[in-house]
């Protein structure tokens, strides 16, 4: 009899939760079209083989971005690789039953052997940002709690297995608490022959902010959901991103924000670069709760084509059920501009540089909404190395 993808995934399991999620994949089984969050996403197509535990390769230069890190090895603490400021504490603790409402969390509850709370402490001003890098991590369970009036930035950062099949599959949560300010950016570089399969959620109190910023490349199959509950007035959330693909690498990004109180505001701008065969899902949804009033949000989706075989499949969504807001959304298709184009060969370019610039420039201006300096010149280098570097290559033939 052959052995199926649930099959497969059934038989990797080592959570706390493993009984339940088991359980619960047993019923549900695999996503489908008929899935409407995974709707332009076959899991069935990405998954197979032993679904090992990523064996990454952790670039020394991720180590030298700040000396303040957290090492995660295999669910566990390195404390030997790790470097924390006296404000932020580190507890682990048993995985807590999941609300298993989601293929994503229960692979992260099928093999979550604990969660790993960081605490940053109230009026904290943390300067230099917190690196956390999971090594050999399957199914990592992270939750950051920020306490009222603190500063801090995270990067989260997933780095490659270059030589086998494997599965990722992390859970964050973010709780921001009242007056905080919170930077989050989280990096997946993948092999070719890697899956990551995550969930990152955040809640936000009275007169918060959360920055996120995901970037993904590489990975064969990238998927992630982002929801943010933004619960109290003056509460704020940035939602931004960039996935640059080639091959035949696909990415799904899904984002949720709740508008549950007045006098909040989000922005959204997700941007991707498609190459050759690769395919792109973004579903962004805005809702804004009955009592909600004087909520301004705003939601942009920008494509570009490289190629002729690249496919983009974008759904901005708005359910508004308050009447006294200001909600904008959006979504674009395109390839470079020939009048851009022209206007830079008109000013001494070559075509190539141009077509480059261009492209480029598209990418940048996702990347510039990373306030962190130190961050941003990071996520430059990884879309240097990880995709500009080969896609662009075309531009000189």
């Not at 399991?13 to 019923?27: F, P, R, S, T």
């Not at 404390?79 to 409402?101: C, D, H, Q, R």
């Not at 690196?131 to 997933?158: G, Y």
């Not at 709760?289 to 909520?295: G, L, P, S």
């Amino acid at each position: 009899m052959t052995q199926t993808t649930l099959d497969h995934i059934l038989g990797n399991h080592a959570g706390a939760n493993a009984d339940l999620a088991k359980a619960w994949l047993a019923q549900n089984g695999l996503p489908t079209r008929k899935n409407e969050s995974w709707k332009y996403t076959n899991p069935d197509k990405f998954i197979s083989g032993s679904l090992s535990s990523p064996k990454c390769t952790i670039d020394q230069a991720l180590l030298d971005l700040s000396p303040y890190r957290v090492y995660f090895k295999d669910a566990k603490l390195d404390e030997s690789k790790s470097n924390l400021p006296k404000e932020i504490t580190v507890k682990e603790a048993k995985v807590t039953a999941n609300t298993l409402n989601d293929f994503s969390n229960a692979l992260n509850a099928l093999n979550a052997k604990s969660t790993l709370t960081l605490t940053v402490a109230a009026k904290a001003v943390i300067e230099q940002p917190i690196i956390i890098i999971h090594d050999q991590e399957m199914a990592p369970s992270l939750e950051i709690v920020v306490e009222s009036m603190a500063q801090v930035a995270f990067l989260e950062a997933f780095s490659p297995d270059l030589e086998h099949h494997s599965l990722c599959s992390p859970k964050t949560t973010i709780d921001v608490k009242a007056a905080a300010k919170v930077q989050h950016i989280k990096t997946v570089i993948g092999g070719a022959e890697q899956v990551h399969i995550a969930s990152t959620t955040a809640s936000l109190g009275r007169d918060a902010t959360l920055d996120s910023f995901v970037f993904a490349a590489g990975s064969k199959l990238m998927r992630q959901d982002f929801i943010a509950d933004i619960n109290e007035s003056g509460a704020h959330v940035n939602a931004h991103g960039l996935f640059a693909l080639r091959g035949k690498q696909h990415a799904d990004q899904h984002v949720t924000l709740n508008h549950k109180a007045a006098h909040t505001t989000s922005d959204q701008l997700f941007k991707m670069v498609l190459d050759d065969e690769s395919r792109g899902v973004f579903t962004g949804r805005l809702e804004i709760a009955k009592d909600a009033q004087k909520v301004d949000a705003s939601q942009l989706n920008k494509n570009l084509v490289l190629s002729k075989k690249a496919h983009v499949d974008t759904r901005p969504q708005l359910l508004v059920h308050a009447d006294d807001v200001k909600c904008a959304h959006g979504a674009t298709v395109g390839q470079l501009s020939a009048e851009e184009v022209f206007y830079l060969r008109s000013r001494g370019l070559p075509q190539d540089k141009a077509q480059k610039m261009l492209c480029h420039a598209f990418a940048c201006d996702a990347v510039l909404r990373i306030e962190s300096q130190v961050l941003q010149t990071w996520v430059n280098n990884l879309l240097f190395d990880n995709f500009e570097q080969f896609a662009l290559e075309k531009f000189e033939q």
